[in-house]
């Protein structure tokens, strides 16, 4: 069996003080001074050590120097670095929509171009998984039944908002000035804040259970700074 992830890994790590064993979140260590309790108080908790553990054993399945993971990594952070470069330079200059004499036909040529760098970024994701080591402990079919709830979740978010948005709204019309009448408030945007970025992360996050993949769960964490590289002409889409 391969290693497995939890607090165990983190018993060995050295530490100032003496922490009981157990799991913590990642974030600020609670004062020293709480109450006393079975566990001997969470101040003894240091909290930003478990998530630290959990990164360095995922770290021991991947070898970062394999031209797949670099060619996942690069597509991974290319994707959204190019639409928000070239939606945001449209929104100032509306050089597009001039070049192709239509801001709805220039955001049709944008929104194809996203398409195929998706086609490319799941193609590089899920040749990164296949070309490194497996979890053995995620290797079961319990976390593969989990993994493919996941991506029935994430497909359902993804596809309702495509839905809801329609295509100039899904693929940055706003940037071109292309607006809806009225502001989206159906099914997924009434239950959930972007839902089309969690539903986009949970079938990565699916796809890398499926395959019991460690390098799929870093790619995965790896893509979420996309969700904060939004502009905030979006919101009129997008609540």
């Known amino acids: 069996m391969g290693p497995v992830l939890g607090a165990e890994g983190c018993r060995e790590a050295p530490a100032r003080r003496p922490a009981p064993r157990g799991l913590g979140r990642a974030g600020p260590m609670h ?3 709480a109450g006393p309790d079975c566990c001997g108080g969470l101040g003894n908790l240091d909290f930003r050590q478990a998530d630290l553990c959990v990164m360095t054993r995922l770290l021991g399945y991947v070898d970062p120097s394999d031209p797949r993971f670099v060619a996942a990594v690069l597509a991974i952070a290319f994707n959204p670095l190019f639409w928000n ?9 509306r050089k597009l929509s001039r070049a192709f004499r239509s801001p709805h036909l220039a955001c049709y040529t944008l929104g194809g171009a996203i398409l195929l760098l998706n086609v490319l970024r799941s193609h ?11 979890m053995q402990s995620l290797d079961n079919p319990t976390a593969y039944r989990a993994g493919l709830a996941l991506l029935g979740v994430g497909s359902v978010f993804v596809l309702s908002s495509f839905l809801a948005l ?6 940055l019309g706003d940037y071109f000035g292309i607006f809806k009448e009225a502001r989206v408030t159906s099914f997924p945007f009434n239950i959930l804040d972007n839902p089309m970025y969690w539903g986009s992360t949970a079938n990565y996050l699916g796809w890398a259970i499926m395959h019991a993949s460690p390098t799929g769960l870093l ?16 919101g009129a889409l997008h609540r």
Do not use: N
Request: contains cysteine.
């Open 31 to 33: 004062s020293l001074a």
């Open 85 to 93: 470069v070239v939606a945001r330079w449209e929104h100032k200059t």
């Open 124 to 134: 590089c994701f899920m040749q990164a998984m296949l070309s490194q080591p497996r």
């Open 166 to 171: 329609g295509f100039t709204g899904t693929f």
């Open 219 to 234: 790619l995965t964490a790896g893509g979420g700074p996309h969700l904060r590289c939004r502009h905030p002409v979006r």
